[in-house]
């Protein structure tokens, strides 16, 4: 296909709607319209690409948090107040380590640990993190599969006013306090797409590519660095929208503000839809943020992003996926 991403045909055939989702996101955030997605989405038919570039070895055990974050998202386990880990949690093990004087800088509930560490267990006995995830997901009961973006290691390192940092000593470790100048993904251009991921991404079946209100610097864009996963977006045969992880010039949750004022980036939705240039057709905003010039590159729409309660997660779900089908039926427009 030629021309931008707005102004991309979609074919519409005389058999039935394409029902196949496509998802990248990070955790929290993300995690949540992925799970209003997969209450809309018929089951079996949504894919959701992780990030892993968060991914490291604690304690040694190997911890997945964007993973982690989207399995107990699907399966109704995350804790709504703290945003991250599961409810109702218990914590005895972390007791137990400070009365240690081990490391305790980052949190492992009591049933959070279990994932953790039977997810260790498979990975040391030679399945790959693909495999270990399709094994929890189906553990906990979830229809979408949960794909992570690559098999191989990658890892986000920041370059801050006090030197690299790996990111989970950045984002917990730190309480992301230190300013960043520089993020690199080490590995990401040795790194392969699992072949799920492309596979999914490539589906001539699509309905639609979500990328979720994720942190654009540290959670989609390690996605988008691997080798190949640019060429399948731009390829794809499916209207792609993202949803703005910024409201009125702040993020609901985590650094992806503060990032993008310290990278001298305009704190708004569209500084983040200008990531995406040339691999989406549509961006969505808030609803209460001023208005946006309109771009050729891409159609600017609003919805209600907040998302607070599962009600609001399916609202949004269904405002994406409609100007996705808009889009595919030639109904949708530029501005705003």
């Not at 990975?123 to 973006?149: C, D, F, K, N």
């Not at 190949?228 to 209207?239: F, K, Q, S």
């Not at 708004?268 to 200008?274: L, R």
Request: a neutral charge; aromatic letters at 4%.
């Amino acid at each position: 296909m030629s021309g931008t991403a707005a102004q991309r045909a979609f074919a519409v055939g005389g058999g039935p709607r394409p029902t196949a989702v496509v998802a990248l996101c990070g955790g929290v955030g993300g995690a949540k319209l992925a799970d209003g997605l997969a209450r809309v989405v018929p089951a079996g038919e949504l894919s959701i690409i992780v990030n892993t570039a968060d991914d490291f070895r604690h304690l040694g055990l190997w911890i997945s948090p964007d993973i982690d974050s989207v399995l107990y998202a699907l399966a109704g386990l995350a804790d709504p107040v703290r945003g991250w880990g599961r409810r109702d949690e218990t914590w005895s093990f972390m007791a137990a380590l400070r009365q240690l004087q081990a490391p305790d800088w980052f949190q492992l509930g009591d049933a959070d640990l279990a994932l953790h560490v039977e997810r260790t267990r498979r990975l040391a006995q030679g399945e790959t993190l693909s495999e270990v995830t399709a094994h929890l997901g189906r553990a906990l009961g979830i229809a979408a599969r949960v794909l992570p973006m690559s098999d191989d290691r990658v890892s986000t390192r920041l370059l801050t006013d006090e030197g690299w940092l790996d990111f989970q000593e950045y984002f917990v470790h730190r309480q992301c306090c230190p300013r960043v100048q520089r993020i690199e993904f080490v590995g990401a251009a040795q790194a392969h797409p699992s072949a799920a991921v492309l596979a999914a991404l490539r589906r001539d079946d699509l309905r639609a590519v979500v990328i979720c209100p994720s942190n654009p610097l540290v959670s989609i864009e390690p996605i988008l660095a691997l080798p190949g996963v640019r060429v399948a977006l731009r390829d794809r045969v499916a209207p792609a929208l993202a949803v703005t992880p910024i409201i009125a010039g702040r993020a609901i949750k985590g650094p992806a503000a503060k990032m993008l004022g310290e990278l001298g980036l305009e704190v708004s939705g569209v500084s983040v839809a200008q990531r995406y240039a040339g691999l989406i057709d549509a961006f969505v905003i808030d609803a209460a943020d001023p208005p946006a010039a309109a771009t050729p590159q891409m159609v600017l729409t609003r919805a209600q992003t907040l998302m607070q309660t599962p009600a609001d997660r399916e609202r949004l779900a269904h405002a994406v996926l409609a100007q996705a089908d808009a889009m595919r039926v030639g109904l949708g427009r530029g501005g705003m």
